[in-house]
């Protein structure tokens, strides 16, 4: 299978918070546990049963988040390239629909943020902007329909 690629700012994130996760969170379930258990019969301690559960969501995160640090290429931000869309990529789009000019960042799946105009190579917008140089155009099927957009500016 493929590694996934994902920026250098987005590793640098998932590191922060798996050390955080790591570091700090696990020590703090630690003490929580130790003081439900200190609360006497476990099969009727409903602090202790929330407690376990908290800790097994925050141990699947944390190998969520090793994984995907394991199986993703880091793409260098000297590497984005300004002549075809890729990973990285801010373009500028202009829907066909709408007349509206949109200036988007292309980030991996668990980057994205669309408040921030960051969207997943993996979304509509971002699969079918990938590859596209300036003035081709490209179709998504949305909701609403098929949508149209034109790449109008690529930059880093």
Not at 18 to 36: I, N, P, S
Not at 56 to 68: K, L, S
Not at 108 to 134: Q, R
């Amino acid at each position: 299978m493929a590694k996934k690629q994902i920026s250098k700012s987005g590793a640098a994130k998932l590191r922060e918070e798996l050390d955080f996760l790591v570091t700090v969170r696990r020590a703090e379930m630690a003490q929580k546990l130790k003081e439900a258990r200190a609360q006497g019969d476990l099969s009727e301690n409903a602090e202790y049963d929330e407690a376990k559960n908290e800790q097994a969501i925050m141990e699947a995160q944390i190998m969520e988040i090793q994984y995907t640090l394991d199986n993703s290429e880091i793409v260098d931000d000297d590497s984005i390239s300004i002549d075809e869309v890729g990973l990285g990529s801010t373009i500028k789009v202009k829907n066909f629909r709408t007349g509206k000019i949109e200036t988007l960042q292309i980030v991996s799946s668990n980057e994205a943020n669309f408040k921030e105009c960051k969207i997943s190579d993996e979304s509509p917008i971002g699969k079918g902007a990938l590859k596209k140089k300036v003035g081709d155009s490209f179709m998504i099927e949305a909701p609403a329909g098929e949508l149209k957009f034109e790449i109008l500016e690529i930059s880093k």
